[in-house]
T-cell receptor, first 115, second 118 residues
């Protein structure tokens, strides 16, 4: 158990819908990263938050957004869903990179299926 | 741009034997970090081992060791005494630098599927 929790584990929805994925980082970790794993794109970085602030953006679509709350949990919002958004979405957390090697510990993932 | 290459889509190894999974990387940075993760069929990503670019010794964690050859830009994972439970996808990853719009996020290779035969 990595200490990172993600809910829900599975999500099935229809095209055009909106969903919210939730992540709670390990105790003490201030950084939260979101990744998408799909068959055609592999594992891709989406977005990072540090202590409530957006720090870096990767290949995140404009239809996607995220935020990190004062209790450090994070939510990834996916809207106007398309078939191609079906993927495994991971949240990962780490300590401040300036204080450690920066190992990222991954949650169990949310498997999103868009029908 | 940083890049990770894993050239072995699939590998087979006999139980109790050692196996090496290849990983090469490309970066112009002097300071970087390299990681290996294991993804079993259940889907979770399990951190295995870390190597910093300035670490003088190869990293080891139990049956896992990282064969770090900086001049060749390779960071191969060695699994000794393979077990049936080692059957999984293995991903090599590099940490992006803390500047230029990135903040340490990971970039991943395409992975190697390891199958351990009894």
């Amino acid at each position: 158990d990595s200490g990172v929790t993600q809910t829900p584990k599975h999500l099935i929805t229809a095209t055009g819908q909106r969903v919210t994925l939730r992540c709670s980082p390990r105790s003490g970790d201030l950084s939260v990263y979101w990744y998408q794993q799909s068959l055609d794109q592999g594992l891709q970085f989406l977005i990072q938050y540090y202590n409530g602030e957006e720090r870096a953006k990767g290949n995140i679509l404009e239809r996607f957004s995220a935020q990190q709350f004062p209790d450090l949990h994070s939510e990834l919002n996916l809207s106007s869903l398309e078939l191609g958004d079906s993927a495994l979405y991971f949240c990962a957390s780490s300590v401040d990179l300036r204080q450690g090697a920066g190992e990222q510990f991954f949650g169990p993932g949310t498997r999103l299926t868009v029908l | 741009a940083q890049k990770i290459t894993q050239t072995q889509p699939g590998m087979f190894v006999q139980e109790k034997e050692a196996v090496t999974l290849d990983c090469t990387y490309d970066t112009s940075d002097q300071s970087y970090g390299l990681f290996w993760y294991k993804q079993p069929s259940s889907g979770e990503m399990i951190f295995l081992i870390y190597q910093g670019s300035y670490d003088e010794q190869n990293a080891t964690e139990g049956r896992y060791s990282l064969n770090f050859q900086k001049a060749r830009k390779s960071a191969n994972l060695v699994i000794s005494a393979s077990q049936l439970g080692d059957s999984a996808m293995y991903f090599c990853a590099m940490r992006e630098p803390l500047y230029g719009g990135s903040q340490g996020n990971l970039i991943f290779g395409k992975g190697t599927k390891l199958s351990v035969k009894p």
